[in-house]
């Protein structure tokens, strides 16, 4: 790994040490997004847990509000699609 290297003797020496820091950062930042990646992919929502759909464009939810919230894009009234008879 780059970054295991003496810390005085490096930073006597410009270049090389510009170019081990930006080495250090492109792998410690790729191993940062491969975690998150990971975390997203193992927490990503089933279709069990959206249980609000709208009746209009069948489009899913987890919460009441953000079902409630969609509606109102579609201009008409909240109460009927909460309690359709």
Known sequence: ???????????NEGKV???RIAIGAKEVETR???EV??????SAPTLSLLTHR??????AFRAQIGLISHLR????????????N
Not at 3 to 10: E, H, V, Y
Not at 54 to 59: E, I, Q, S
């Open 1 to 11: 790994m780059y970054l295991q290297f003496k810390f005085p003797l490096a930073a």
């Open 17 to 19: 040490w510009r170019f």
């Open 32 to 34: 940062r997004l491969n």
């Open 37 to 42: 990646k990971e975390r997203r992919a193992n």
């Open 54 to 59: 709208c009746l209009t464009c069948n489009r």
């Open 73 to 84: 894009t579609h201009r008409q009234s909240v109460s009927n699609y909460l309690h359709p």
